[in-house]
C-alpha cells in the first residue's frame, strides 16, 4: 500500500470496520433502522474528518 498517502491509510483502517456491512445490518436489527441510516454517515464523516486532522497535526 505505499501508493495510498498516510491520510489514505488511516481513514481506510478506521472506517473499514466501523461502515463494515454486517455491522450495518446487526445495528438495523438490534437499535432500529433510523439508527443504522443516522450512524453510518456520520461514522464515515467523522472518520474521515479525524484522519485529515491526524494528517496535518502529526504526520
Request: charged fraction near 10%.
Amino acid at each position: 500500500m505505499t501508493a495510498f498517502s498516510p491520510t489514505a491509510k488511516l481513514a481506510f483502517l478506521v472506517v473499514g470496520p466501523m461502515v463494515d456491512l454486517k455491522l450495518i445490518v446487526l445495528q438495523a436489527g438490534t437499535f432500529d433502522r433510523a439508527f443504522a441510516v443516522r450512524f453510518v454517515p456520520v461514522t464515515f464523516a467523522l472518520a474521515i474528518l479525524v484522519s485529515t486532522l491526524f494528517r496535518w497535526l502529526l504526520l
